[in-house]
């Protein structure tokens, strides 16, 4: 009997039934054709799970179903459709609502209909009442959970929506950020006829808690220094415009400039930032230095700050070491200065502590990516000889590269800064000659 009244299914036309949403009745939606309303759907009742009340069917077409795909409520459509193409769209407008579909179609399209209407459920049209009736039920069971998950689902977008605007936010605050602080960099550096200086400058994220600057103080003088303020990210950054505009290497007088040693420039700095200090003091390191450019002679100042390294050709290399604890700690803190005079042939390398872990042990822990290695000073060591061979821009490229190429590049530890100071090799030649 089944199969005969299945065998008559064949003359439905293109109709689908919903229920009246006005009617309450079980929170369920079945959708059929007029002719298995009295032929099919009484024995699809009749085989209905006795533990569920049966829902009841109402009429609308496919056109009336594409016409509503935004006011549509329902937890299950039945549809018979010969024209496949108006199967396709209703079965992509039931999608778009997020209500499930059962299709009944012919069996040799049941392979096809199955790839084209991904999520919906494809029954053969000579499928028997009782399994139509326990497919209909399953769904409407299945729906309740599913528009739970699905109410959760768009209270959780809306979340996301906000949290995503929210980091945009950050996003574009944090670039404007590394914007400002750009400008507190030498756009330029200094170009001499005796001496050359290079700078590599790698944050850490968008801001760095590292500074430093490169000036011409007067005619014979240039002045620099490189500082690092404890910790990272912002609260580092907002410190560093601090230190720039704090760190005086010259005092506008009446008559033209009081020139700064570094050390005097450090003990004014540091008292500017322990008077600054508020409930949450934070300290800094620093080296500060000054390059007469008749002599070559430097005098450089340190405050806490790794010691500087002066290499020379016959592979020495010198720690610059003077004494000076952390900027901000002690406001009676004196910083002494240590001169020198620049070899024909030497490199001067002043640098942060982001480059103890630049280069890792080369093993792939996590861990060991934060581990302090003293791999940088061969890397300066390289760097130098690269300088005397190649020159200083080919030599700082190659550091560069070295950075950029080792293990953890892309989630440094820490902010890298370094300040390279040599003199020019044909400065070095015009002087022996004459």
């Known amino acids: 009997m089944y199969r005969r009244l299945a065998m008559d299914r064949k003359a439905w036309g293109r109709e689908v039934f919903v229920r009246d949403p006005s009617v309450s009745i079980v929170p369920g939606l079945v959708v059929v054709s007029e002719h298995a309303e009295s032929s099919l759907w009484p024995l699809v009742e009749r085989a209905w799970p006795g533990w569920s009340e049966t829902p009841a069917p109402k009429q609308i077409d496919i056109g009336m179903l594409l016409a509503q795909r935004e006011t549509l409520r329902a937890r299950c459509v039945l549809i018979d459709c010969?024209?496949?193409?108006?199967?396709?769209?209703?079965?992509?407008?039931?999608?778009?609502?997020?209500?499930?579909?059962?299709?009944?179609?012919?069996?040799?399209?049941?392979?096809?209909?199955?790839?084209?209407?991904?999520?919906?459920?494809?029954?053969?049209?000579?499928?028997?009442?009782?399994?139509?009736?326990?497919?209909?039920?399953?769904?409407?069971?299945?729906?309740?959970?599913?528009?739970?998950?699905?109410?959760?689902?768009?209270?959780?977008?809306?979340?996301?929506?906000?949290?995503?605007?929210?980091?945009d936010k950050l996003h574009e605050e944090l670039q404007l950020a590394a914007s400002v602080q750009q400008e507190l960099l030498p756009r330029t550096l200094p170009e001499l006829d005796c001496a050359e200086f290079g700078v590599i400058f790698h944050p850490a994220g968008y801001?760095?808690?590292?500074?430093?600057?490169?000036?011409?103080?007067?005619?014979?003088?240039?002045?620099?220094?490189?500082?690092?303020?404890?910790?990272?990210?912002?609260?580092?950054?907002?410190?560093?415009?601090?230190?720039?505009?704090?760190?005086?290497?010259?005092?506008?007088?009446?008559?033209?400039?009081?020139?700064?040693?570094?050390?005097?420039?450090?003990?004014?700095?540091?008292?500017?930032?322990?008077?600054?200090?508020?409930?949450?003091?934070?300290?800094?390191?620093?080296?500060?230095?000054?390059?007469?450019?008749?002599?070559?002679?430097?005098?450089?100042?340190?405050?806490?700050?790794?010691?500087?390294?002066?290499?020379s050709p016959d592979g020495t290399v010198e720690r610059i070491d003077s004494a000076g604890g952390l900027l901000g700690v002690f406001e009676e803190d004196t910083f002494d200065d240590v001169t020198f005079t620049l070899g024909e042939e030497q490199t001067l390398v002043m640098y942060s502590d982001g480059f103890e872990t630049a280069f890792p042990s080369g093993s792939e822990a996590t861990f060991d990516h934060k581990l302090v290695t003293r791999a940088y000073v061969e890397r300066f060591e390289q760097l130098a000889r690269t300088r005397e061979s190649e020159g200083l821009e080919a030599a700082m490229d190659a550091m560069r590269n070295d950075l950029n190429g080792a293990s953890g590049s892309l989630h440094q530890v820490d902010d890298i800064t370094a300040i390279v100071l040599g003199p020019k090799p044909f400065a070095v030649e015009v002087q022996r000659a004459a």
Not at 291 to 304: F, I, S
């Open 82 to 167: 010969r024209d496949q193409l108006e199967l396709f769209q209703a079965v992509d407008a039931l999608r778009d609502m997020g209500i499930p579909a059962l299709l009944l179609v012919e069996p040799a399209l049941m392979e096809k209909t199955r790839r084209a209407c991904p999520g919906a459920i494809a029954m053969p049209l000579d499928a028997d009442p009782p399994t139509i009736a326990s497919a209909i039920h399953a769904i409407i069971e299945r729906q309740s959970a599913f528009d739970t998950v699905q109410r959760e689902l768009d209270v959780s977008r809306r979340f996301q929506g906000g949290l995503r605007g929210e980091m």
């Open 207 to 311: 801001v760095s808690g590292d500074i430093y600057d490169v000036q011409k103080l007067d005619e014979h003088t240039i002045g620099f220094f490189l500082a690092d303020a404890v910790g990272h990210g912002v609260p580092a950054a907002l410190m560093t415009m601090v230190i720039a505009r704090g760190m005086q290497l010259r005092l506008p007088t009446q008559s033209g400039f009081e020139m700064y040693t570094p050390g005097e420039a450090l003990e004014t700095l540091n008292r500017e930032l322990v008077r600054r200090h508020m409930r949450s003091p934070r300290f800094a390191t620093a080296v500060v230095g000054t390059l007469d450019t008749r002599t070559r002679e430097v005098t450089l100042a340190g405050a806490g700050h790794p010691p500087a390294l002066l290499y």
